[in-house]
């Protein structure tokens, strides 16, 4: 299910395509839970900048799938189906797995929280019924910006960092995963 970096567009997205981007994604989860009538957990990278698919957001990518993989198996969930879609809006990952929705969101929303790229993934869980389990179903605050304290939302409406700032802080972290986790 890991993409290869190399293979990257490298296409600058603009809005337009970004929003329709969305609605194919949305179109794909109900296909999907339609199929699989169990919770599914839709992934993706935070990708701030108009290039959404690059070497940079597919390596961090493989880093959350191998880490949903390695949450499955200790948490002994079985993924009754995965795919990994490559596309200029960047890459995209679903898994159908064989847990209660709640179950799975508390363990993703710690893998944000715990792993060192975790900050860099949006992990959305699926119930069977298509909604979507946020933080706020969990009481939790809204995510922080990667550079400052701030919400993520603040600082990405107000363009508070540069975008230049933005990405060397994720190529630091990802050449720290990459040190700690052999990739």
């Given at each position: 299910?890991?993409?290869?970096?190399?293979?990257?567009?490298?296409?600058?997205?603009?809005?337009?395509?970004?929003?329709?981007?969305?609605?194919?994604?949305?179109?794909?989860?109900?296909?999907?839970l339609a199929r699989h009538p169990i919770?599914?957990?839709?992934?993706?990278?935070?990708?701030?900048?108009?290039?959404?698919?690059?070497?940079?957001?597919?390596?961090?990518?493989?880093?959350?799938?191998?880490?949903?993989?390695?949450?499955?198996?200790?948490?002994?969930?079985?993924?009754?189906?995965?795919?990994?879609?490559?596309?200029?809006?960047?890459?995209?990952?679903?898994?159908?797995?064989?847990?209660?929705?709640?179950?799975?969101?508390?363990?993703?929303?710690?893998?944000?929280?715990?792993?060192?790229?975790?900050?860099?993934?949006?992990?959305?869980?699926?119930?069977?019924?298509?909604?979507?389990?946020?933080?706020?179903?969990?009481?939790?605050?809204?995510?922080r910006c990667l550079l400052c304290e701030?919400?993520?939302?603040?600082?990405?409406?107000?363009?508070?960092?540069?975008?230049?700032?933005?990405?060397?802080?994720?190529?630091?972290?990802?050449?720290?995963?990459?040190?700690?986790?052999?990739?």
């Amino acid at each position: 299910m890991h993409l290869l970096p190399e293979q990257a567009t490298r296409h600058a997205v603009s809005i337009p395509e970004l929003l329709v981007s969305r609605d194919e994604r949305q179109a794909r989860q109900h296909v999907w839970l339609a199929r699989h009538p169990i919770p599914l957990v839709s992934f993706t990278v935070v990708a701030p900048g108009p290039i959404k698919d690059s070497e940079l957001t597919r390596r961090l990518f493989n880093h959350g799938v191998t880490a949903l993989h390695t949450l499955a198996t200790q948490a002994d969930w079985h993924i009754r189906e995965q795919a990994a879609l490559a596309s200029a809006c960047g890459p995209e990952g679903m898994l159908s797995i064989e847990a209660p929705a709640r179950d799975i969101k508390l363990a993703t929303i710690e893998l944000e929280q715990t792993h060192p790229l975790g900050r860099l993934w949006d992990i959305d869980v699926l119930t069977p019924g298509g909604e979507i389990l946020s933080r706020r179903h969990f009481a939790l605050p809204a995510r922080r910006c990667l550079l400052c304290e701030q919400s993520a939302a603040e600082c990405a409406r107000g363009k508070t960092h540069t975008l230049s700032d933005l990405l060397t802080h994720m190529e630091a972290l990802l050449h720290a995963a990459d040190s700690q986790y052999g990739h």
